[in-house]
């Protein structure tokens, strides 16, 4: 099992940018779909983005696609998400996630294994 931390949350202002780390440890990162989810104040934790290693392809939620990328270095077992554009709406604590789910079922948080203990990102308007 993958052990995954992250970092790089903070505060700022509409339409500024943050980049979030995710670093894991373990046998099995390179084979490991990797995931952003976050989840607002009394919401549920939903899809961001993802990684799949089997075809090099990324996934985005519709409400981030264009202002979001997730890039990744298996040699620093490292995963990356840049955001850009930052809008109150992406408020949330951002999760890291690990899994090994099939392509149709990569948006679903169940699907993973390994999470990591998130890190706070707060857009003021």
């Known amino acids: 099992q993958v052990q995954l931390v992250e970092s790089g949350g903070g505060l700022v202002q509409a339409g500024a940018s943050l980049r979030l780390s995710c670093i894991a440890s373990g046998p099995s990162f390179s084979g490991s779909v990797m995931a952003w989810f976050r989840q607002a104040p009394g919401k549920e934790r939903v899809f961001v983005g993802a990684h799949n290693p089997r075809n090099a392809n990324r996934y985005y939620a519709d409400s981030v696609k264009g202002r979001f990328t997730i890039s990744r270095d298996n040699t620093k077992n490292t995963v990356i998400l840049e955001m850009n554009s930052l809008k109150p709406d992406d408020t949330g604590v951002y999760y890291c996630?690990?899994?090994?789910?099939?392509?149709?079922?990569?948006?679903?948080?169940?699907?993973?294994?390994?999470w990591g203990q998130g890190t706070q990102v707060t857009v003021s308007s």
């Open positions: 996630a690990a899994g090994r789910p099939v392509l149709s079922a990569l948006r679903f948080s169940h699907m993973y294994n390994s």
